[in-house]
């Protein structure tokens, strides 16, 4: 048996590509609880206690911010046969080997693409921990997207990428969305024009093409491309960029101190 504590979006894109009849979800909204069972068939509970209990295998689905008092809530039903695979940004595997007797333990940062099974998914483990649930593991993280496994002193570097990254390249296709407003286009278009330029360009590059080699393909000396790169170059884009995936790592380790 599988459980969730926590019920929100990461939780349900992991529920969509398992077999449902095996999960248990805590969810402390009535409301969230319902609609789980109506769309996946999973059992709910209010009892995080019931969940780490009655479970194997249990995914910490919850915010850094309350995960402290949930281990303490479910500590005495953690034994050491069980795995725990925490989900939350920031929270260390040493912070989680403290809080439970289980040496089982997998941090994983997933990324808001899941929900579509899309999603990047990164894992480290402890370097105690062998066995077939490893295996379990990088079945389920693989129903939502593709996996990779990394030490964990760069996941925070890895929460800024691929954690935060859906969030600011929503920022730049809004970016893009709204200046094209303001040349003319209607609201509409100029979605339609943003969202799928920047879908096909994912998925030249995802064929292996580097992204040099396909903005040097778009970019002509002298024309319209080359003009609008120039502006970025003189607002140094790169130099943005850099900072702002610094602050959501240095963020990321300050939420794992605090933990």
Do not use: H, W
Not at 6 to 14: Q, V
Not at 98 to 111: A, D, G, Y
Not at 185 to 202: F, I, P, S, W, Y
């Amino acid at each position: 048996m599988i459980g969730f504590i926590g019920g929100g979006n990461m939780a349900e894109a992991l529920i969509k590509g398992m077999v449902k009849s095996q999960i248990i979800v805590s969810e402390p909204v009535d409301e969230r609880r319902k609609y789980l069972e109506q769309a996946y068939g999973v059992k709910t509970t209010a009892s995080n206690r019931e969940v780490a209990a009655s479970c194997n295998m249990i995914i910490l689905a919850v915010k850094p911010q309350i995960m402290e008092a949930v281990l303490d809530e479910i500590t005495a039903d953690i034994s050491e046969d069980k795995t725990i695979v925490s989900i939350a940004a920031g929270i260390t595997l040493s912070y989680l080997l403290s809080k439970l007797k289980t040496n089982k333990i997998v941090r994983v940062m997933p990324n808001t693409p899941a929900l579509i099974q899309e999603g990047m998914s990164v894992f480290s483990l402890c370097e105690c921990f062998t066995g077939p649930e490893i295996d379990i593991v990088k079945s389920m993280l693989m129903s939502i997207g593709r996996v990779m496994a990394l030490p964990e002193r760069l996941m925070d570097a890895v929460t800024a990428v691929s954690g935060s990254g859906p969030a600011f390249i929503a920022l730049f296709i809004e970016a893009m969305i709204e200046a094209g407003e303001k040349l003319g286009l209607d609201r509409n278009a100029a979605t339609e024009l943003a969202v799928q330029t920047a879908l096909g360009t994912a998925r030249l590059l995802d064929t292996g093409m580097s992204p040099e080699k396909l903005r040097q393909m778009v970019t002509s000396p002298g024309g319209t491309t080359a003009a609008g790169l120039k502006v970025f170059e003189d607002k140094a884009l790169k130099a943005v960029v850099s900072e702002a995936l610094s602050a959501a790592r240095d963020r990321a380790g300050e939420l794992g101190k605090k933990a």
